[in-house]
Structures are given as structure tokens and as C-alpha cells.
């Protein structure tokens, strides 16, 4: 069959960061291309992701910013806050974002079933409402992930995981957050900051397993000090209901301990969307994850189709999908071939105080890069000699013996995210710690003290 006999040029599986950005890419070169979407345009990052999170960040925030406001003078007097005012607030502008997106694909051209897809075979796809048989020239797979909740649990049933997060109608009388992750680092502040009472349960002993060990306990210690109760070494063994109370669920663990709570959250990972995909039908390799397993091109092993974003378990955020769905489209219909590099993403986890990072933990660059020099600075910023917040800022620096080389910067402090979005560009582009000295600071700014630390940190004997 050549190209033209197939319905479309290219079908896009998944409304998503990924594909939105692929179809739309593909449609701008004049490629006849449909995207279908199962359930709403936009995808996690803004039906149920990185953007309804960081509204949530935010209202938290608040609170602590007018009681530290005092500090500077400020008299606040009663304050409240109205869950179901904030959620109208959120899910309007979810709505907004998610017709842009719509709108978008729209006036460039991109056909849109609103409907599920399944592949039958290499060319072929199957939507799922309306029964209707597609082909396509070229299948790209953008369909994501979704929570992992662990079936085997008794009561599973009775938790909720990030997507129902969203839609609470009113705060928790009382949370607990399974997992140590980044979303459950994120959301346990975010309750703790409006006042929930928030423990968090997490099977090691440090939350944000594969982040730098000092970015670790940092963020660790900063639970605490955000009044969360940290259980750690422990694993949830059931969960019932009795409905006795405002906290009818019970949750046992593994340590002998039992807490109550009317909300419970699962943030114990994620897993790629391949269910009933019909990958098997069309040949497609999935690795024993789940994951769509590609190539650096996102090409899978089927000539015709390719897959990006969170569905091929590479590296799993927005911006990283879109520059994959963006890759693939102008490889495969604009000629200009070029695939993504994912080395030295730089990556935030939204906690209070947040954390921004790039390039590789201290342990990771010891391993690929054996002797590293380490540059690091924990401080009180300015602004909280006045309002009684306590947290503190801490920053480090990996900078490879043998030429300087930075290898890693990581900051767990307010504005961590704005700061090393910038120092990410820098990073790309192979920056070394003179180059950090001959650098000016700007002051009084908290971000002055990445170029301004000399001396080289020493263990303690
Ligand atoms: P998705 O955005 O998940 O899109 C896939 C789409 O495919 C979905 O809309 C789904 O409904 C649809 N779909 C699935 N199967 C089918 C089918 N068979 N037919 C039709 N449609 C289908 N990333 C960041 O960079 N920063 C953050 O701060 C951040 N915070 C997050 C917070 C939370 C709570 C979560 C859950 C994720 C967060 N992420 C964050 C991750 C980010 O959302 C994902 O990496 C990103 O959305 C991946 O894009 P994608 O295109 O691969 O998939």
C-alpha cells in the first residue's frame, strides 16, 4: 500500500504532551494526521499532572506566607481557607488549557476522535465507541501512564491515588500519602501546608530515592519540619473502613502501627499505559515493565510505528515528551532529523521548600566519573531573618577533578526551580566551576551563593 492509500499520513495515539506536540509538528508540514484522545485533551501534565499540582503548591504556600508576613510588619487577622473556592478556581483553568490544546490541534489541521484507539496490527487501529477501522502510514503511541496501585492489598479499594487527588470536594480530616516519590513528597506539604494533619508512609528510610543524598535528607528533614509525621521502614499491610467517625479507614502496617484517616493516597510509582493497547496484535516490544521499548529515534521494533513520552519509561516529565513528540515529527514528515538528548534534564520536586536539580548526584559522578570535587553551602536566605521561618537553603555543586567539568547542580530552597532552569542551560552547555567564579553575583539574591562558594567541602574526619 503506498502512502496515500492509508486513511492518514500519521495517527497519534494519546492527547497528551507528547502527542499533541507530534500532531500538530506533523500537520504544520501539510501530513494528514489524527490524534485520538480517550479522555481529555491535554493529558496528565494538564488534566491530572504538573499543572493542577502546582495550583495546589501554591494555595498551599499561601498560608505559610501570611502567617510569616507578621515578620514584615503585616497584621492579618482571622484567615480561612475554602477548599471548594481554590478547586472552582484550578479546574477552570484546567478547562481553559485543555481547549487550547483542543483548539490548537484544530487550526492546524489534526483530525480529533475523541475515543479510545487500539492497534490491530503495524498500520492499522481500532476505535474503541464507535468501532470504526483507521489505517495510517506512520502510528505514533503517546498514550502515557498511569498510577501502580497494589491490587494485592487488602482494602486498595478504600485509597485514592493522584488522579482522584484533584477532585476532593473538601480537605482531609486526616491524610496518609503511601509512597516516597516525588508526587508524594509534593502532595503530603501540599496538605500539610493547608492544615491537614499529613503523615506520610514511605519502605525505606529516606524519601526521593535516586536524587543526591544531601538533596535527600534535606528534604526529608523539611517534612518534619513541615509538621509531617514521617513513618519510614514500613509498608501498608491493609487498609479498612469502618465508618465509625471523620476518619473511618483504618491503615495497619508492617511495624504494628495503625492510623486513622479518611483519606488515604498511593503514590507508589507509575506504569506505562500499554493495557490492552493491542501491542501483542501489531508486534509491538513492550519491556517487563510495560514500557514500549525504542530506540534513540522512538522508533519501536515495527517499522511504522514509533512511541515518546511516559509510555516508553525514559525519562518521565512534560517538557521531556514534548521534545520526543517534537523530535519524532520533524525526523519523520519536516526533514530535519534530530532526536533528543536526555542527558542533563533539569527537574524540580514543588515541595516547601522546593528542590531544583541537574546533571548527576554526587554517587552517580563518583561512578561514572571518579574523583569529584564537592562544592556546598547551607544557609538562612535574608528573607527569613525577619518572619520565623526556619527553613534554610542548601546548594551543591559536582565538579570533576580532572578538568573542572560541573557535573551536577542541586538547590533545595524557595525559587530551586526558577534558579536551576537557568543553571541547566550553563550545564548543557559543559560549564566548569571557573567559570562559575568569573561570574558576578547579584546581590542580595539567594542564588549569589552558587558562584561565590571557593572552598572545597571535606568530611567530617
Ligand atoms: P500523558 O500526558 O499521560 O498523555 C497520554 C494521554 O493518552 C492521556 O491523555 C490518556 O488519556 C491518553 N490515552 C491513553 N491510552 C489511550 C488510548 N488507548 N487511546 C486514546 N487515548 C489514550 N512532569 C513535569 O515535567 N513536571 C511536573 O511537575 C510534573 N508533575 C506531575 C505530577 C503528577 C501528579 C503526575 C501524575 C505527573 C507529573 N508530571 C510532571 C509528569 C508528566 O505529567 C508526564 O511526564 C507527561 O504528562 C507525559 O506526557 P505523555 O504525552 O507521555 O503522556
Partial sequence: MTQANYDYDLFVIGGGSGGVRAARIAALTGARVAIAEEYRMGGTCVIRGCVPKKFMVYASKYGKDIKHAAGYGWSVGDVSYDHSVFAAAMHAEVDRLSGIYMRNLKNTSVEVFEDRAELVDGHTLRLKASGKTITAGKILIA??????????????EYAISSNEIFHLKNLPNELVVYGGGYIAVEFAHVFAGLGVPTTLVYRKDTVLRGFDEDVRKAVHQGLIEAGV????NAVFTQISKDGADDRPLTVELSDGQNLRADTVMMALGRVPNTDGLGCEAAGVALDKGGAIVVDEWSKTNVDSVWAVGDVTDRVALTPVAIREGHAFADTEFGG????????DIATAVFCQPEVGTVGLSESDAREQHGEVDIY???????KNALNGDTSRILMKLIVRQSDELVLGVHIVGDDAAEIIQAVGIAVKMGVTKPDFDRTCALHPSAAEELVTMRTKWVPEA
Fill in 336 to 343: 530535519n532529523p534530530w532526536h533528543f538528548d536526555h542527558a
Fill in 376 to 382: 556546598k553551602t547551607d544557609f538562612r536566605p535574608m
Fill in 143 to 156: 498514550v502515557g501512564g498511569t498510577p501502580w496501585m497494589p491490587s494485592d492489598l487488602p482494602g486498595v
Fill in 229 to 232: 509525621n514521617v513513618i519510614t
